[in-house]
């Protein structure tokens, strides 16, 4: 058995400790929103966060997520209110959509570790995420945009709270 916390909650898998992470997610704990592209880890299509760092689930065993926290798509607020799934429908990035949930995994851990990136550090966070549809300036624009309003709704809220307190 392998214990970790998945999207919040404690669980355990059965399984061999070799298999990767991805086929645990998909095939036994019907996680099906990390999809499968080319099981190398070149493609990004399986991304998901451990321990918020994204990461590639095709090619991660099990046996490395013991004790550690995963969140994949499914983790993020259902009714798309995240900032990044709102800059998403705003700048209507999905194309043929498959690439998608790795895209937007990787865009939420940009934003968690560096809330105000530049063009050179999007690039290189979202290099490994490859779609087919060919995206990239949409998905560049709702990084952007995401990040600034997180960034506003951060400087927003920082002023209120500090205001409720005087």
Not at 42 to 60: E, L, P
Request: with cysteine; proline share 5%; glycine share 8%.
């Amino acid at each position: 058995m392998i214990s970790f916390t998945l999207n919040e909650k404690v669980i355990e898998v059965d399984a061999d400790p070799s298999m990767p992470l991805l086929w645990a997610l998909r095939d036994l704990l019907d996680m099906t929103g990390t999809k499968y592209g080319c099981g190398i880890a070149q493609c990004g299509a399986c991304t998901v966060h451990m321990d918020g760092n994204a990461v590639r689930s095709c090619v991660m065993p099990l046996s490395a997520v013991a004790g550690k926290k995963i969140k994949t798509i499914e983790g993020l607020p259902s009714d798309a209110s995240h900032v990044i799934q709102q800059a998403w429908l705003e700048h209507n990035v999905p194309q043929c959509g498959y690439c998608q949930s790795g895209q937007i995994m990787s865009a939420v851990a940009l934003l968690e570790s560096n809330p105000n990136p530049d063009d050179a550090a999007i690039d290189t966070a979202m290099q490994g995420n490859i779609c087919r549809c060919g995206t990239y300036p949409r998905i560049k624009a709702a990084i952007k945009d995401a990040a600034k309003k997180q960034t506003a709704s951060y400087n927003y809220n920082l002023g209120k709270n500090v205001g409720e307190q005087a």
